[in-house]
Nanobody, 129 residues
Framework: QVQLVESGGGLVQSGGSLRLSCVASGFSLEDYVVGWFRQTPEGREREGVSCISSNGGVIYYADSIKGRFTISRDNAKNTVTLQMNSLNPEDTADYYC?????????????????????WGQGTQVTVSS
């Protein structure tokens, strides 16, 4: 069964850290761009937070999280991780990982949601003030 499973969300105080993991099963992540997206209860669209190319050589960070979040991947473990530091209440959202084909244009990495074939079920992150 092909699926992506996120984990690591939870409740944390402002300034705290969380580490999200995205594990793939049923397919090899090494052939895919992987992105982390988030959606707030009020948001109509999922915002691309951070995305990484299949070999890890190209990484995108949204301005809102630059310098605080770090994306990494371990293709041998079929896993992509998002380390989130210095969290603030504006980071509260459901976080989703997604996988799209490696040939996706770079400018689509965190903006072209339609490129992504597989989506996880999401993990909730709540940051209290």
């Amino acid at each position: 069964q092909v699926q992506l499973v996120e984990s690591g969300g939870g409740l944390v105080q402002s300034g705290g850290s969380l580490r999200l993991s995205c594990v793939a099963s049923g397919f090899s992540l090494e052939d895919y761009v992987v992105g982390w997206f988030r959606q707030t209860p009020e948001g109509r669209e999922r915002e691309g937070v951070s995305c990484i190319s299949s070999n890890g050589g190209v990484i995108y960070y949204a301005d809102s999280i630059k310098g605080r979040f770090t994306i990494s991947r371990d293709n041998a473990k079929n896993t992509v991780t998002l380390q989130m530091n210095s969290l603030n209440p504006e980071d509260t959202a459901d976080y989703y990982c997604a996988a799209g084909p490696a040939y996706m244009p770079k400018d689509a990495y965190c903006f072209g949601r339609l490129w992504y074939n597989y989506w996880g079920q999401g993990t909730q992150v709540t940051v209290s003030s």
